[in-house]
């Protein structure tokens, strides 16, 4: 078997455990006789898998009682829509930073639903930190306040989160969810796709603060109204069954590893790592402004495009995969998500150096 480290933006790596678990059993669950996919989701089998993935993500995150979790469809591209549906009903108006591809996604769609005030842009500077932000500029009577708490395509962070009052605070977190701590108290709604840092594609969870259900638009997609999915435990229709109980899987690994707040401090360790090399190299350059500098998504070039695709390719060649920066901005991306051992940063970090010493 040969393993490679995969660089991906998502999918990407998942823990090595969690799929051996999962290959192990694959022909028959826990004497069942069957594997997890094969189950009805209305099984007490599957059941027990469905409640235990709920538990542990309520414990990493520490998610009170006050919210509600569900587990979804459609992507964090569904909740693009399902956002202003859910919520965008009492004064039909919310504020959205404008910090990336997905956050310009979101405010485009929201504004089918209703009136969308942008309250920080980078757009005009290719989304290369997160904007500044002015309280003064809030709407106080908004349904809610969109964010973006690590963009992905640009390789930026969050670093203050925005102070809105009364206003639900709603974050796309599909790039960052369980890689450090945030005090769910803060938000409205937390939601992201499962893909890049929780398990495999397919599944997306919402994190909803209880009060903020049952103000649905009336045309809302039963699917897409979270009151309902809440009444009927994630299961109106047929969830998406193997994803949860691999993400289940996934995620008794991240609490093996002392939960989100130790691997919080890994994170730190690893971007650092590649952070210092940028900073102390005149042949690469980071292309996120220092001050917004994400975790998990670490983007730079090398002196020219044409170097850039030497690099991805040389990488790959040394099982280094998926460093092709995203077409918007080019060069190259380094995805450094939870199940991105230390070790695989490091035989990147040393690759850099020696493709530097040659070619500059
Ligand atoms: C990948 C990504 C999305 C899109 O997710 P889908 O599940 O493919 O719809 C949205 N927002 C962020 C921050 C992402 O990284």
């Known amino acids: 078997m040969n393993r490679v480290y995969n660089f991906a933006p998502g999918p990407s790596t998942m823990p090595q455990e969690a799929l051996e678990t999962a290959a192990r059993e694959m022909l028959d669950y826990q004497g069942t006789g069957m ?12 059941q027990a898998i ?66 969308v005030r942008v309250v920080g842009s980078s757009r005009d500077d290719n989304y290369a930190y997160i904007p500044k932000l002015n309280k003064a500029d809030f709407d106080p009577n908004a349904d809610y306040f969109y964010i973006t ?16 009052g009364d206003v639900p605070l709603v974050a ?24 890049k840092n929780v398990g495999p594609a397919g599944l997306t969870i919402v994190i909803v603060r209880r009060d903020l259900l049952g103000r649905a638009m009336p045309i ?44 919080e401090k890994v994170n730190i360790e690893k971007a650092k790592l590649l952070y210092d090399l940028l900073d102390g190299s005149a042949f690469y350059r980071p292309t996120a ?20 695709a030497e690099f991805v390719k040389a990488a790959a060649e040394q099982g280094m995969v998926n460093l092709k920066g995203h077409r918007v901005v080019g060069g190259i991306r380094a995805s450094i998500y939870n199940a991105m051992p230390v070790e695989g940063v490091q035989k990147l970090a040393e690759f850099m150096k020696k493709f530097e010493m040659e070619h500059k």
């Not at 009903?89 to 504004?111: I, M, P, R």
Request: glycine share 8%; net charge negative; with cysteine.
């Open 220 to 263: 809302t997609p039963k699917i897409m109204d979270w009151k309902i999915m809440d009444e009927k435990g994630s299961m109106l229709n047929t969830p998406p069954t193997y994803a949860i109980y691999m993400a289940g899987l996934c995620m008794k690994w991240l609490k093996k590893q002392g939960g989100v707040e130790a691997i």
């Open 35 to 46: 594997c997890v996919a094969e189950m009805s989701h209305r099984s007490k089998q599957y």
């Open 289 to 308: 402004s220092k001050e917004s500098r994400s975790r998990m998504n670490v983007t730079f070039t090398t002196p020219s495009p044409e170097l850039d």
């Open 50 to 115: 469905f409640d235990e993935a709920e538990a542990t993500l309520r414990d990493l995150m520490h998610i009170p009682d006050t919210y509600a979790v569900l587990f979804l469809q459609g992507g964090a591209t569904g909740q693009f829509a399902a956002i202003p549906m859910n919520l965008m009903t009492k004064s039909g108006s919310a504020d959205y930073v404008d910090s990336g591809n997905f956050a310009h996604g979101a405010l485009v769609e929201a504004k089918k639903y209703g009136n």
């Open 172 to 195: 796309d977190m599909s790039s960052n969810i369980l890689s450090e701590a945030y005090d769910v108290n803060r938000f409205g709604v937390i939601y992201a796709g499962a893909q």
């Open 149 to 164: 708490t690590n963009n992905t395509i640009y390789g930026t962070r969050y670093y203050e989160l925005p102070d809105t």
